[in-house]
């Protein structure tokens, strides 16, 4: 018998059922062991969607704050909270956090440095009030180019991206100085296309304190009044070692978020001060945080506000924008050794892992009220979660997302 006479005597009717494969009808009840096929994986509630979702990262950015390195002495506090100033440490302490970036180099987008890279020296520091900086002496010029120099240094050896905040000790060399110091060509405040329509936002909050900024600048007298007017007013919150955001550089501000609005982006903003009056301590927000607070929350893009500054750190959820104040460098525990952070963006939260004295928690940044299959994060209900000035905790569990759906409850109210 030839191959194809074979095949023709083994053909039957297109439909007719081979009789050896013929399977007995089941009796009610009986599942002879079958599994049920569960829904595909791009399915909406499926398990294997949420793992998908949580495997897939957008960008990893790097995070420090508050180095303020000094080649001088530890200095303990004197206002009775035990906390210390490692002044010298801080040169190591920021060499090993730059050696453990680099060896997270090719998931890095960047590295965020939140101001305050070193300490300076200024005769006048110790005042009550906002105050013009007088003439610096050629002396204490010198040491403050020299520390920053320092540290400068070991940035600059480094071939990772580093977007830099300016802070308020970073101003005891000139702006532009400093600028030069660190490579930060891109200037004081400027944004950055981040991977998967995600962009940073740095903040200059130095902008609008006239002791930062040179006079024959057209900030200056704004600053000049703002400061001035606050000062007579009798606001408590104005102290020489703060700032705010100029209103050249606010109105630059709310247009990069109406045009990121505009191109469906999430934003990151990053800036030394916080930009929410409840994320820092008394006198350590930003001047004019309520304003800029309300441009971030009416743009509805914004999803995390990074920041320093505050050296114990805090957090403070507001109108779905995270305030994240992270620990600062200098005063980490001996026991702690150090303070910076990875942060971990992906679709549907944001990962900080801190490491040292800084502090980890997840962030919800997807919508609220739409079922993605993430859940409250922490929070009972949808209304707890979106009431305007709740201080979200600090969350580390390792929880999946699906145990977390679980443990904390669904995006809908029952």
């Known amino acids: 018998m030839t191959l194809a006479s074979a095949r023709a005597s083994t053909s039957r009717p297109a439909g007719a059922r081979a009789r050896g494969r013929c399977r007995p009808a089941r009796a009610s009840g009986e599942d002879h062991g079958r599994v049920p096929r569960g829904p595909a994986v791009h399915a909406r509630g499926s398990a294997k969607r949420l793992d998908a979702v949580d495997a897939s ?28 100033k490692y002044f ?62 320092k540290v400068a240094s070991i940035l600059n050896a480094s ?31 400027y944004s950055e296309r981040l991977p998967r329509r ?21 900030e200056y007298q704004s600053a000049l009044d703002f400061a001035t007017e606050a000062y007579a007013s009798g606001r408590e919150d104005i102290a020489p070692w703060s700032g705010g955001i100029g209103p050249i550089q606010l109105a630059w501000f709310d247009n990069e978020l109406k045009r990121a609005k505009e191109r469906g982006e999430r934003v990151i903003v990053a800036s030394h001060n916080a930009l929410q009056a409840n994320a820092a301590r008394p006198q350590m927000s930003a001047w004019n945080a309520d304003q800029v607070s309300k441009i971030i929350e009416d743009s509805g893009c914004v999803k995390i506000c990074l920041a320093g500054h505050d050296h114990p750190g805090m ?55 739409v079922f993605t299959g993430i859940a409250t994060f922490g929070a009972a209900t949808i209304g707890e979660l979106a009431t305007s000035g709740t201080s979200g905790r600090a969350e580390t569990s390792s929880l999946g997302l699906l145990d977390w759906i679980n443990t904390y409850g669904r995006d809908y109210e029952g």
């Open 57 to 84: 990262r957008c960008f990893r950015l790097g995070l420090f704050a508050d180095a303020q390195y000094a080649n001088r002495d530890d200095e303990t506090r004197d206002d009775g909270s035990g906390r210390v």
């Open 315 to 369: 957090y403070n959820y507001r109108h779905g924008v995270h305030y994240v104040t992270l620990e600062a460098m200098l005063e980490a525990k001996p026991a702690q050794k150090t303070s910076y952070a990875f942060l971990d963006v992906f679709e549907h939260e944001a990962v900080l892992t801190g490491v040292g004295a800084a502090s980890s928690r997840r962030m919800r940044v997807s919508p609220l009220g």
């Open 159 to 189: 071939n990772l991206r580093f977007h830099h905040c300016l802070g308020n000790h970073d101003l005891s060399v000139s702006r532009d100085e400093f600028l030069r110091a660190v490579n930060a060509e891109r200037g004081a405040y």
């Open 198 to 218: 995600w962009l940073l936002i740095v903040l200059d909050t130095t902008d609008l304190n006239p002791r930062y900024i040179a006079e024959d600048t057209p």
């Open 88 to 149: 010298r440490a801080a040169e190591g302490r920021l060499r090993d956090a730059v050696a453990a970036f680099e060896r997270e180099a090719s998931s890095l987008s960047g590295v965020v440095n939140l101001g305050d890279l070193y300490d300076g020296y200024n005769e006048d520091d110790k005042t009550k009030r906002p105050v013009l900086r007088g003439v610096m002496s050629a002396a204490t010029l010198e040491r403050n180019r020299h520390d920053l120099g």
